[in-house]
C-alpha cells in the first residue's frame, strides 16, 4: 500500500513530530520520489531562515508591557 506524503506531513517530519513508521515512510517518500524530495528541501530551507531570524518586539511595545506590570504591581498594594 503506497502512502501519499503531504506537505503537512514533511512539515511534522521536520520538526520532529511523526513517529516512527511515520519517520520511515517520509525518508523513504523523500529517497524516491523527486517531487516528496523537492517539496522537502524547500521546507527545510524555510525553516533554517526562520531559526536564523532574529525576532525583537519593538522597543514601545516593551515599554508598554514594563508599563502595565509596574501599575499592576501598586494597585494589588493599594
Do not use: G
Not at 525553516?47 to 516593551?62: G, T, Y
Amino acid at each position: 500500500m503506497r502512502h501519499t506524503i503531504t506537505t503537512t506531513n514533511l512539515i511534522r517530519y521536520i520538526y520532529n513530530e511523526v513517529s516512527y513508521l511515520e519517520k520511515m515512510a517520509i525518508e523513504l517518500a523523500i529517497k524516491n520520489e523527486d517531487s516528496v524530495r523537492s517539496e522537502y528541501e524547500q521546507l527545510q530551507a524555510a525553516q533554517d531562515v526562520l531559526d536564523d531570524s532574529i525576532l525583537m518586539p519593538e522597543a514601545s511595545s516593551i515599554q508598554n508591557i514594563l508599563n502595565y506590570s509596574s501599575s499592576s504591581r501598586l494597585e494589588k498594594t493599594f
